[in-house]
């Protein structure tokens, strides 16, 4: 069973705005941290933003993303989000969300794609 189902890429213009949204299943999605990752052709996986557990009270984010990017979680549908806006060039990338505890198993999404060009 695929943990999570990742929508909300595509293309997008310099300076525009889009939401990805990863939709958990199979795993205990509301005791888990989120996290968004990304990876350029040619550079490591990084992660973006983070989310504590439960209601999500903790939020970090990357300094390349801070003020442009925000994490949020709906539990009652076991899915988190990443709202993008102010997009630039460099934020082209494989996006990833990621659930990982201190203890038992990582769940990955399968990435998807954000392009931004104009």
């Known amino acids: 069973q695929v943990p999570f189902v990742e929508s909300g890429g595509g293309l997008v213009q310099p300076g525009g705005s889009l939401t990805l949204s990863c939709a958990a299943s199979?795993?205990?999605?509301?005791?888990?941290?989120m996290r968004w990752y990304r990876q350029d052709v040619g550079k490591e996986r990084e992660v973006v933003a983070e989310m504590s557990a439960g209601g999500g009270e903790m939020t970090w984010y990357a300094d390349s993303v801070k003020g442009r990017f925000t994490i949020s979680r709906d539990n009652a549908v076991n899915t988190v989000y990443l709202q993008m806006n102010s997009v630039n060039v460099e934020d082209t990338a494989l996006y990833f969300c990621?659930?990982?505890?201190?203890?038992?198993?990582?769940?990955w999404g399968q990435g998807i794609q954000v392009t931004v060009s104009s």
């Open positions: 990621n659930a990982r505890a201190l203890s038992g198993p990582e769940y």
């Open positions: 199979g795993f205990a999605f509301k005791a888990y941290p």
